[in-house]
């Protein structure tokens, strides 16, 4: 399976400011891009852009070789998008909520899975607890939950290590390289510092530096 | 050892744990449906608050113009559909706010599955726990308005056909607004005139009934309205969340 | 065809050619509307019912005809915004909000002032009137929603689908409101719906109506044009045209 997302002279301008400029990207298969920045360098607009949900840009995205616009459902269909709000329903438990996330995504409906992904982010024994009697971490957590129950091959994470404790942070790393490893792609922001891995890239946003790709 | 090739494997890897979604568009929408109704009957108050509102304001009514049932009676079928409009507009605000505060709203958006039915289911459910129950409470307010017999099943009737049209062109405005903080205000000034036609055919079906004349004239023009809004308003809500999301 | 859609769709071009032509609509809306006006006003035969207070006509009818014609252009502009990407097309719609909310409100304050003599009050709910009324509140909708979204791409999206809805809504409000009005009847004759009128009457109407439209033409394209400078000013020709660069 082929993954390849590029972007050509990329812009984005908000308040008369430009907070980049002639960006250039190509993202492969097997790859972690971090993209860094200070705060409001356009990191998380530029995950926005990346994933489909910002129009208000110049510049052309592609997928696959194909331009977006075009393929859109087959780029909607590989994505997972992280946020930095959770997207979880406080009123519902963690099993409900990857309920509706695994119909949205158009997985088949498996109780099984979904207690073998919240196991797998430390979540037993909190499977029933409506999500708004847990911490913030645990909520994150149950966010976190939808890379291991939803296969998809690129993953855009938006400041994922927020409010998870050491260990979290250090299974997350885990599995990022084990996604890279396997053949995903992961495009992250995050003020923690990851680990150097062949995999990993830095893009970095913000003054002078518009258009540096180290 | 089978599969030495680590690209090979790889390769098989990928096909098989990324493999393209299996489940259609229906599983999406009816899990959609399931989960907003879960969830609005876990927050119950969201659902009677609408329903105590309306009697409110049908009391006040009689205290601020006067208790006479001769009065109270031409006037019911308007006051009733007045305030149960206005009920219904209430609602609205939370329609997608909650959704949109814990960032569910983007991940709805980034479904593979069209916006425009998952919005409409979501509008199907607010009509279900908002529209639904005006409709069947109306009657025992126009028992306090002294509504004339022989109306009754029909300001029922009516109230649940134009609320549907109510809240989806309210959905338009709710999307519209729901990004904006002090959106509640303006949701109003923008819904409120749109909703003019359905008011006017909704209380002229009862008022007609009071008269004896037919009533299936503006039963099948409210009917025709809610077409209308079924067709065009799902991708105009679409197109409005679309929008907010940006910010 | 397509080339003439993005050479219009660029703003350097459209502030060129628009200052050319918005000149001849100044001057048609000045000729147009000083004839209609005093021919109106003055030459043209009195009401055998009304007398001389129909003259309000001159005003009232060219502003409702307006008001509505702004609201379905800016709602075009709005699909062409959407559509093509025009950012012109926006710039253009922004403008023309306040002036049809503008000629919205010159329709029922003339409406109301014609009431006095004719109901004998300001204000009746006639079927023009109230939707006129009614469309005022759009234009007011449209509005504040435009200056409530903090990024303007967003604010022009909106605006955008809400001017479209709206549009949609407009005929169906009108029946609605006529069907309405037709229903509860009061004892009184709507002020424009009237057997015909004399040619004396009815030529200095068009004239008048015609005139409006150069005006709002005129003005249009004159605070599209501020609109472009105010919004391009990074861009390096307009701060050529500024004198800034050289």
Not at chain 2, 28 to 38: E, G, M, N, Y
Not at chain 2, 69 to 97: H, K, M, N, Q, Y
Not at chain 3, 112 to 117: I, M, R
């Given at each position: 399976?082929s993954l390849?997302l590029?972007?050509?002279?990329?812009a984005?301008?908000r308040?008369?400011r430009?907070l980049f400029?002639?960006?250039?990207?190509?993202?492969h298969?097997?790859e972690?891009?971090?993209?860094?920045?200070p705060n409001?360098?356009?990191?998380?607009?530029?995950?926005?852009i990346?994933s489909?949900?910002?129009?208000?840009?110049?510049?052309?995205?592609?997928?696959n070789?194909?331009?977006?616009?075009r393929?859109?459902?087959?780029?909607?269909?590989n994505?997972l998008y992280l946020?930095?709000?959770?997207?979880?329903?406080?009123?519902?438990t963690?099993?409900?909520?990857l309920?509706w996330?695994q119909?949205?995504a158009g997985e088949?409906?498996?109780?099984a899975?979904?207690f073998?992904?919240?196991?797998?982010v430390?979540?037993?024994?909190?499977e029933?607890?409506?999500a708004g009697q847990?911490?913030?971490?645990?909520?994150?957590r149950?966010?976190?939950a939808?890379?291991?129950?939803?296969?998809?091959?690129?993953w855009?994470?938006?400041e994922?290590?927020?409010?998870?404790?050491r260990?979290g942070v250090?299974?997350?790393?885990?599995?990022?390289?084990a996604?890279?490893?396997r053949?995903?792609?992961v495009l992250?922001?995050t003020?923690?510092?990851l680990a150097?891995?062949?995999a990993?890239?830095r893009i970095?946003?913000?003054q002078?530096a518009r258009?540096?790709e180290? | 050892?089978p599969?030495?090739?680590p690209?090979?494997?790889?390769e098989?890897?990928?096909v098989?744990l990324f493999?393209?979604?299996e489940?259609g568009a229906g599983?999406?929408?009816?899990?959609t449906?399931?989960r907003?109704?879960v969830?609005?009957m876990?927050r119950r108050s969201?659902?009677l608050?609408p329903?105590?509102?309306?009697a409110?304001?049908i009391?006040l009514f009689p205290?601020?113009i006067?208790?006479?049932p001769?009065?109270?009676a031409?006037i019911?079928?308007?006051?009733?559909w007045v305030?149960?409009?206005l009920?219904?507009?209430l609602s609205?605000?939370s329609?997608f706010?909650?959704?949109?505060e814990?960032?569910?709203?983007e991940q709805l958006?980034?479904s593979?599955?069209p916006l425009p039915?998952?919005?409409?289911?979501?509008v199907a459910v607010?009509w279900l726990?908002t529209?639904?129950?005006?409709a069947?409470?109306?009657?025992?307010?126009?028992i306090m308005l002294a509504?004339p017999?022989?109306?009754y099943?029909?300001?029922?009737l009516s109230?649940?056909?134009?609320?549907?049209s109510?809240?989806l062109?309210?959905?338009i405005g709710a999307?519209?607004?729901v990004g904006?903080?002090?959106?509640?205000v303006?949701l109003?000034l923008?819904?409120?005139?749109l909703?003019?036609?359905?008011?006017?055919f909704?209380?002229g079906?009862v008022?007609?009934a009071?008269f004896g004349e037919?009533?299936?004239a503006?039963l099948?023009?409210?009917g025709?309205?809610?077409?209308?809004?079924?067709?065009l308003a799902?991708?105009?809500?679409?197109a409005?969340?679309r929008?907010?999301?940006?910010? | 065809m397509?080339a003439?859609?993005?050479?219009l769709?660029?703003?350097?071009?459209?502030?060129?050619i628009s200052?050319r032509l918005s000149?001849?609509?100044?001057?048609?809306a000045a000729?147009l509307?000083?004839?209609?006006?005093?021919w109106g006003?003055?030459?043209?035969p009195?009401d055998?019912?009304?007398g001389?207070s129909?003259r309000?006509?001159?005003?009232?009818v060219?502003?409702a005809?307006?008001?509505?014609?702004?609201?379905?252009?800016?709602?075009?502009?709005?699909f062409?915004?959407?559509?093509w990407?025009?950012k012109?097309?926006?710039?253009?719609?922004a403008?023309?909000a306040?002036?049809?909310?503008?000629?919205t409100?010159?329709?029922?304050?003339s409406?109301?002032?014609?009431?006095?003599?004719t109901?004998g009050?300001?204000?009746?709910?006639?079927?023009?009137?109230?939707?006129?009324?009614i469309?005022?509140?759009?234009y007011?909708g449209?509005?504040?929603l435009?200056g409530a979204f903090s990024s303007?791409d967003?604010a022009s999206?909106?605006a955008?689908?809400l001017?479209?809805v709206?549009?949609?809504?407009i005929?169906?409000?009108?029946?609605?409101v006529?069907?309405?009005?037709?229903?509860?009847q009061?004892?009184?004759?709507?002020v424009?719906?009237?057997?015909?009128?004399?040619m004396?009457?009815?030529?200095?109407?068009?004239?008048?109506?015609l005139?409006?439209y150069?005006?709002?033409?005129?003005v249009?394209l004159m605070?599209?044009r501020?609109?472009?400078?105010r919004?391009?000013?990074?861009?390096?020709?307009?701060?050529?045209?500024?004198g800034?660069?050289?």
């Amino acid at each position: 399976m082929s993954l390849r997302l590029q972007a050509r002279k990329l812009a984005c301008e908000r308040d008369d400011r430009w907070l980049f400029k002639d960006l250039d990207l190509d993202i492969h298969a097997g790859e972690i891009v971090r993209v860094e920045g200070p705060n409001g360098s356009g990191k998380t607009t530029l995950l926005k852009i990346l994933s489909g949900q910002l129009a208000d840009f110049d510049g052309e995205l592609y997928w696959n070789e194909h331009p977006m616009r075009r393929t859109r459902q087959d780029f909607l269909a590989n994505l997972l998008y992280l946020g930095h709000a959770p997207g979880v329903k406080a009123a519902l438990t963690p099993l409900e909520n990857l309920a509706w996330y695994q119909a949205l995504a158009g997985e088949p409906d498996d109780e099984a899975a979904r207690f073998a992904a919240l196991a797998a982010v430390g979540l037993v024994g909190f499977e029933d607890l409506p999500a708004g009697q847990l911490s913030a971490g645990q909520q994150r957590r149950v966010a976190l939950a939808r890379l291991e129950l939803i296969p998809r091959a690129l993953w855009v994470l938006d400041e994922p290590f927020t409010a998870i404790d050491r260990d979290g942070v250090a299974a997350l790393e885990a599995r990022l390289v084990a996604h890279a490893r396997r053949g995903g792609c992961v495009l992250v922001t995050t003020h923690h510092e990851l680990a150097d891995s062949p995999a990993l890239r830095r893009i970095r946003l913000g003054q002078g530096a518009r258009d540096a790709e180290l | 050892m089978p599969n030495s090739d680590p690209h090979l494997a790889r390769e098989r890897d990928a096909v098989s744990l990324f493999g393209e979604p299996e489940g259609g568009a229906g599983v999406a929408i009816r899990a959609t449906l399931k989960r907003d109704l879960v969830l609005l009957m876990r927050r119950r108050s969201e659902v009677l608050n609408p329903l105590v509102f309306f009697a409110l304001v049908i009391t006040l009514f009689p205290i601020g113009i006067s208790p006479d049932p001769e009065l109270l009676a031409t006037i019911a079928p308007g006051l009733l559909w007045v305030a149960a409009l206005l009920a219904a507009l209430l609602s609205l605000d939370s329609l997608f706010r909650s959704d949109y505060e814990d960032g569910s709203l983007e991940q709805l958006l980034l479904s593979p599955h069209p916006l425009p039915a998952l919005a409409l289911a979501k509008v199907a459910v607010h009509w279900l726990l908002t529209g639904l129950p005006l409709a069947l409470m109306a009657p025992v307010l126009g028992i306090m308005l002294a509504l004339p017999a022989g109306s009754y099943a029909v300001l029922a009737l009516s109230l649940a056909l134009g609320s549907a049209s109510l809240s989806l062109i309210g959905a338009i405005g709710a999307a519209l607004t729901v990004g904006l903080s002090r959106g509640g205000v303006l949701l109003s000034l923008l819904v409120l005139p749109l909703y003019i036609p359905v008011l006017i055919f909704g209380a002229g079906a009862v008022q007609a009934a009071i008269f004896g004349e037919g009533v299936a004239a503006h039963l099948a023009i409210l009917g025709a309205l809610l077409a209308v809004a079924l067709i065009l308003a799902p991708w105009a809500i679409a197109a409005s969340l679309r929008i907010s999301i940006n910010g | 065809m397509w080339a003439f859609i993005h050479k219009l769709g660029s703003p350097k071009w459209f502030y060129g050619i628009s200052a050319r032509l918005s000149p001849w609509f100044w001057a048609a809306a000045a000729l147009l509307i000083v004839i209609g006006s005093v021919w109106g006003l003055a030459f043209a035969p009195a009401d055998y019912q009304q007398g001389n207070s129909f003259r309000i006509i001159y005003v009232h009818v060219p502003a409702a005809f307006l008001a509505q014609s702004i609201f379905v252009s800016m709602a075009i502009a709005g699909f062409v915004f959407m559509v093509w990407k025009i950012k012109v097309a926006d710039m253009a719609a922004a403008m023309m909000a306040p002036l049809g909310a503008a000629m919205t409100f010159v329709a029922l304050f003339s409406g109301a002032v014609w009431g006095v003599p004719t109901w004998g009050t300001w204000w009746m709910w006639d079927a023009r009137l109230t939707s006129m009324l009614i469309l005022l509140f759009l234009y007011f909708g449209v509005i504040a929603l435009r200056g409530a979204f903090s990024s303007r791409d967003s604010a022009s999206r909106a605006a955008s689908v809400l001017a479209m809805v709206g549009v949609i809504n407009i005929p169906i409000i009108k029946y609605s409101v006529d069907w309405w009005y037709t229903l509860h009847q009061p004892a009184t004759f709507s002020v424009t719906s009237r057997p015909a009128m004399p040619m004396e009457m009815w030529a200095p109407l068009l004239i008048m109506v015609l005139g409006f439209y150069s005006f709002f033409i005129a003005v249009t394209l004159m605070r599209t044009r501020s609109e472009i400078l105010r919004r391009e000013a990074n861009k390096r020709w307009v701060r050529e045209l500024a004198g800034e660069v050289s």
